[in-house]
């Protein structure tokens, strides 16, 4: 089951040893030339083996570590620790109360909009967490965990196809097409409604979005638009909900699967 994680191993001794050689075979040059008093070719050597330090440095990428058993289930309890928390969440709370947007024309005032639902400030507090789900610097990001689960448990496992299942869910709902525009006939996706509002406002903005979200904030029609954004937020927490339910069916297997061997190994001592 942990076997690619040997070979991984292997593979970057292989390189390490590759770049060691290289390394005592440049120095050996130097050292020969350093002897014959070949000064200019004993500098060029010298700078060459600066060169390649530099590039190795540079180029050299951290591997990405691998789910150990260990691994694996401190990364499904900080999962489902941070599920529980947005569960617990004021902006969940609020959220089940009412969603909602309305957008009418006032003779003499123009268009009007309001939004109904969670807070700013609940918003916020729920993006603020929902960063541990997708961002891949963090071990529980959904891409991450459906890596994790392809190399923690084995192929036929039923709980990895269902995490698999509920993430492909989710993605796919994401890239379907809303009723909202920003072009003529160019609908945004319900993703691009989320990225517009997290990565224009609310978290680490980007340029291009947060031009978009000021833009739409503008308007009278942004109400429908944070509609939409909410009610994104509620389908990502319902599939969370979910992951985690299965994250915890894992652990309850992988415990009982300890206490297995641990059984075995007394019965045979």
Not at 19 to 31: E, F, K, N, P, T
Not at 168 to 193: K, P, V, W, Y
Request: glycine share 4%; hydrophobic share 45%.
């Amino acid at each position: 089951m942990y076997i690619d994680a040997t070979v991984s191993r292997l593979k970057l001794d292989r390189g390490r040893a590759g770049r060691i050689s290289a390394v005592i075979v440049i120095v050996g040059l130097a050292a020969i030339a350093w002897k014959l008093n070949w000064w200019p070719i004993t500098a060029a050597i010298v700078a060459l083996l600066i060169f390649v330090l530099a590039l190795v440095a540079f180029y050299r990428k951290p591997m990405r570590a691998r789910a150990t058993p260990k691994r694996f289930v401190e990364t499904l309890n900080l999962f489902n620790e941070k599920v529980a928390e947005l569960e617990g969440s004021k902006f969940l709370a609020e959220a089940r109360k009412q969603i909602g947007a309305i957008v009418e024309y006032k003779r003499g005032a123009g268009w009007e909009g309001i939004f109904v639902g969670p807070e700013d400030e609940s918003i916020k507090a729920l993006v603020l967490t929902l960063r541990f789900f997708i961002q891949d610097n963090e071990s529980t990001s959904l891409r991450n965990m459906r890596r994790s689960y392809r190399q923690a448990l084995p192929e036929e496992s039923t709980l990895a196809s269902e995490f698999e299942d509920h993430c492909a869910r989710l993605n796919a709902f994401l890239d379907e097409a809303s009723h909202l525009s920003i072009a003529e006939g160019c609908q945004l996706t319900h993703r691009e409604i989320f990225e517009i509002f997290v990565y224009g406002s609310l978290a680490h903005a980007n340029r291009k979005k947060r031009s978009i979200f000021q833009g739409i904030s503008q308007t009278e029609f942004f109400p429908i638009f944070q509609q939409y954004f909410v009610e994104v937020l509620v389908a990502f927490l319902r599939t969370l909900r979910s992951l985690a339910s299965i994250n915890q069916e894992v652990l309850l297997a992988l415990k009982t699967q300890e206490r297995a061997k641990k059984s075995h190994r007394r019965s045979r001592a």
